[in-house]
């Protein structure tokens, strides 16, 4: 009995308590409540959905595979069904035939919602050696077109360069990105894009690797390194950091910036830009003029012999012993 009066003191003494809590909570300002509250911290949601068109070679495709491994905040588009969802499967197995041609690229940010992207890799290769790659923001924009230059994979470089896959780099920029507009706005998107964040699901809680992006020649220079905190030779000596590069390494050169994701009004068009297809077709033809020039010249050289010819004379000896 003694133990069922102890039980009853105890509820009526918990719930004094959480009335005079109620009555204290009602007492309070408003104000007061608003700044007992914390703000709560954005969160850093970026996804990226990788994939390119048909046609591309195997140098195109091994750097997509090392840029895949680079962020782990990437997710590839056709390369990768979704077993879990099968209307999602069977979207991204109509769009495989739609990619083909550049004027498809609607379609891309429908994809990258359904697989809950806000940034879009687009590798579109054409005539199997040309390689342009769209970096766009979905699904409202921009986008930015540029012209891929110089590939040198990973498994091709060989550096000594190393790092932890799935892990976090920094970035760095060129000061030269903030003298032009454009420069500013490539900063940004390439910082959403290449930028791993924390809460990324397959991203380790290491920084050992840096990528740069540097502006050189109105072109992009990219480059990977890694971080090393001491020298290899002295283990045991005084932290010196230094940078090792890992790879890959390549160029970009941009074309257009569009207000909207693949399309819309054109923010920007760089007018230095020379298509490689342009390239090929003056190449051919300077090939072409030399060609001409030497016909011309064997012409001139036939006819000038010609004119030099003697005229036969009457003492020869077809004439005297005919």
């Not at 035939?97 to 290769?125: I, V």
């Not at 020649?217 to 010196?240: A, H």
């Not at 298509?275 to 000038?304: C, F, H, M, V």
Request: hydrophobic share 40%; with cysteine.
């Amino acid at each position: 009995m003694a133990s069922v009066l102890k039980a009853q003191k105890a509820n009526a003494s918990k719930a004094d308590i959480k009335g005079k809590g109620k009555r204290k909570a009602d007492e309070m300002d408003v104000d007061e409540v608003a700044e007992v509250q914390v703000e709560k911290k954005k969160k850093n949601k970026q996804r990226v959905l990788l994939l390119s068109s048909r046609g591309v070679t195997h140098r195109m495709r091994h750097l997509m595979i090392d840029l895949e491994a680079l962020l782990p905040h990437v997710k590839k588009g056709l390369f990768s069904l979704s077993h879990s969802h099968y209307l999602q499967a069977n979207w991204t197995a109509q769009l495989d035939s739609k990619l083909d041609s550049k004027s498809q690229l609607h379609l891309l940010p429908e994809l990258a919602d359904l697989n809950n992207c806000n940034n879009t890799l687009y590798f579109e290769a054409r005539r199997h050696e040309d390689l342009y790659m769209w970096a766009a923001k979905t699904p409202n924009g921009p986008s930015i077109k540029l012209h891929v230059q110089n590939i040198h994979t990973m498994d091709e470089l060989k550096m000594t360069g190393n790092c932890l896959k799935g892990s976090r780099g920094l970035l760095s920029f060129d000061k030269a990105f903030e003298e032009t507009e454009w420069g500013k706005l490539t900063k940004e998107v390439f910082t959403q894009i290449f930028g791993v964040p924390s809460t990324a699901r397959r991203a380790k809680p290491f920084i050992d690797h840096i990528l740069t992006f540097s502006i050189v020649d109105s072109k992009i220079w990219f480059r990977n390194f890694q971080i090393v905190e001491k020298d290899p030779l002295q283990p045991n000596g005084p932290p010196q950091t230094s940078l090792v590069e890992i790879g890959p390494r390549f160029v970009l050169t941009p074309i257009k910036i569009f207000e909207g994701a693949f399309g819309g009004a054109t923010v920007f068009s760089n007018p230095e830009f020379i298509s490689p297809a342009a390239a090929r077709i003056a190449l051919k033809r300077e090939k072409g003029g030399k060609y001409n020039a030497r016909k011309d010249a064997e012409q001139e050289t036939e006819r000038r012999r010609e004119m030099r010819k003697l005229e036969e004379s009457e003492l020869a000896v077809s004439k005297v012993f005919a």
